[in-house]
């Protein structure tokens, strides 16, 4: 089974930082694009970056590029989200997400979820 463990969410002023990390086991995921979507509250789930385990290959949000960057960490199975200059608007529950049939885009969409971290950034 696969499973997929987000941390690293809290509260946070509008310009400031948050890095958030999702550990995956279960499987061998050097296959696999990971991603991370968002949802706010009364919204639809939206992609938010996405990458490959080799980490050659990324996408991103429009409203993201230039202040989040995703990475990944092989050895520790760990993919990371480095957000940075942070907006209200960026406010959302954060989603990991795991698919083995794609390559990273902005129209991946996976069967695994985590459980999800809440980000809030206050104005």
């Known amino acids: 089974q696969v499973q997929l463990v987000e941390s690293g969410g809290g509260l946070v002023q509008a310009g400031g930082s948050l890095r958030l990390s999702c550990a995956a086991s279960?499987?061998?995921?050097?296959?696999?694009?990971m991603a991370w979507f968002r949802q706010a509250p009364g919204k639809e789930r939206e992609f938010v970056a996405a990458i490959s385990w080799s980490g050659l290959t990324t996408a991103y949000r429009s409203s993201v590029k230039g202040r989040f960057t995703i990475s990944s960490d092989n050895a520790q199975n760990t993919v990371y989200l480095q957000m940075n200059s942070l907006k209200s608007e960026d406010t959302a529950v954060y989603y990991c997400?795991?698919?083995?049939?794609?390559?990273?885009?902005?129209?991946?969409?996976?069967?695994?979820w985590g459980q999800g971290t809440q980000v809030t950034v206050s104005s």
């Open positions: 997400n795991a698919d083995p049939t794609t390559i990273p885009s902005s129209t991946m969409r996976g069967a695994y």
């Open positions: 279960g499987r061998t995921f050097i296959r696999y694009a």
